[in-house]
């Protein structure tokens, strides 16, 4: 395995394939900022790859290091006892890869700062 890096932007996934275009966005926007960095989705349940097959995917591509970033507004149900469940699994299939969890994109304190600003730019108010 090399020391090449790879992120994982994880979603909950839905049944309309439209759902997913915030995180492809995210995933290009990613791109542009660190053109070298292998960055991948996956997704929970309804949509493809999920997170083994997207973690397997890099780990045979030689990537030794994953950080698994949850695309959920809040530290919820899955995130609580799902993802942990999966990320343990991962784990132990993938011995000598480091496999990082993220806190949940929605709880990022720039992330809860943009969308403050957006929620009032969207008000028509101006801030105090």
Known sequence: ????????????????????????????HLHTLAPGLRVELAFLEFMTPTLDE?????VHDGV????????????GGHLKSD??????????????CEIALAQAVGEADGVIAAMAEYALASSGASAA
Not at 1 to 9: C, D, E, F, Q, R
Not at 54 to 58: R, S
Not at 83 to 96: C, Y
Request: proline share 7%; aromatic share 6%; hydrophobic share 50%.
């Open 54 to 58: 997207a973690i397997a995917a890099l």
């Open 1 to 28: 395995m090399s020391n090449a890096h790879a992120v994982v932007l994880f979603g909950h996934g839905a049944r309309d394939p439209e759902w997913a275009r915030p995180m492809r966005r995210t995933r290009d």
């Open 64 to 75: 030794r290091h994953i950080t698994v970033v949850p695309m959920f507004i809040a530290q």
């Open 83 to 96: 993802v942990p469940r999966l990320i343990g699994a991962a784990r132990e299939r993938h011995v000598g």
